[in-house]
């Protein structure tokens, strides 16, 4: 699964450490939907430099990553707002709605180093069609690959990404 992902680049590999954890979805109780994998199965899916932690208590799993200070400050609003999209619109992450019936969507949270959060957003296994997963793809992966030298790729990815998800960003970063 890893060698199939995009590679992050070095400035996105001090993003910080992601740990893994679901939450009950409000309004997906349906009984006829399978358990969601178990913590180590949705692990797997999730192969980076920094390492995770999964925890199952749910159909929605959330990825927390840590931003440094440092790439905020840097980075300033633009990095604050793709920080969740970065990691959501993998083909891990589509794998996972994919072959998991019983998830029913996943939301990525990004911190700061005092655990303020910074932005979050959630992906509902229904919000893209196979067309818009490759979009998706071929976005964020634009954006890992060359999004520091041309920034209008980070950008495209969250205008995408507040397009397809339910998002939230700190007030520090809503310019």
């Known amino acids: 699964m890893k060698d199939r992902m995009t590679p992050l680049p070095a400035w ?4 910080g450490t992601i740990a893994l ?4 979805a409000t309004g997906c109780d349906d009984p006829n939907l399978p358990p969601p994998p178990a913590a180590e199965v949705v692990a797997e899916y999730y192969t980076t ?7 199952i208590d749910g159909r929605i799993v959330e990825i927390e990553v840590t931003q440094s200070d ?3 400050r840097r980075g300033g609003t633009l990095w604050a707002k793709m920080g969740p ?18 998830v029913q969507g996943i939301r990525v949270t990004t911190r700061n180093s ?10 509902d296994r229904d919000a893209l069609t196979d067309v818009q997963w490759q979009r998706a793809l071929n976005i964020a992966g634009r ?14 990815l969250v205008d995408w990404g507040e397009e397809y998800t339910e998002f939230e960003y700190d007030t520090r970063f809503h310019h």
């Open 21 to 24: 954890a679901t939450m009950v």
């Open 12 to 15: 996105l590999r001090g993003v």
């Open 143 to 156: 954006a890992r690959k060359d999004g520091t030298a041309q920034m209008t790729l980070l950008e495209d």
């Open 114 to 123: 005092a655990g303020r959060m910074v932005s979050t957003a959630l992906l």
């Open 70 to 72: 440092r790439q905020l």
């Open 49 to 55: 430099p920094a390492g995770l932690e999964v925890a």
């Open 85 to 102: 999209y970065i990691f959501l619109f993998t083909e891990e992450s589509q794998r996972l709605l994919e072959d998991h019936a019983g």
